[in-house]
């Protein structure tokens, strides 16, 4: 059984930090590339960032420069750091586990993050 696990949400003031982290088990985890997208409620699902398993990563122009993601193949893990938050930036954050050959993709349950004073 695939689970993908978030955590690390939570309410930061505009221009904090807050770091993000999916446990993924039940896939190998090192074939997947991992993503994570947000929404907000009434819009669609935005891609944030994705990292492959050689560490090869994409990220949003509106996160470039502020987010950051990694993951450790060992703990099979992927993690979003997250800095200089802004209002705009509040949403549920999902974590994706995407296998293009096999034609797979499985998704966590999401952790809201919300940025204001």
């Known amino acids: 059984q695939v689970q993908l696990v978030e955590s690390g949400g939570g309410l930061v003031q505009p221009g904090g930090a807050l770091r993000l982290s999916c446990a993924a088990s039940?896939?190998?985890?090192?074939?997947?590339?991992m993503g994570w997208y947000r929404q907000v409620p009434g819009t669609s699902r935005e891609l944030v960032a994705t990292?492959?398993?050689?560490?090869?990563?994409t990220y949003a122009d509106s996160v470039k420069g502020r987010f950051i993601i990694s993951r450790d193949n060992g703990k099979d893990a992927v993690y979003l750091q997250m800095n200089s938050l802004k209002p705009e930036d509040t949403a549920v954050y999902y974590c994706?586990?995407?296998?293009?050959?096999?034609?797979?993709?499985?998704w966590g349950q999401g952790t809201q993050v919300t940025v204001s004073s």
């Open positions: 990292i492959t398993g050689a560490g090869r990563t």
């Open positions: 994706n586990a995407a296998q293009t050959t096999m034609k797979v993709d499985y």
């Open positions: 039940g896939i190998i985890f090192g074939i997947y590339t």
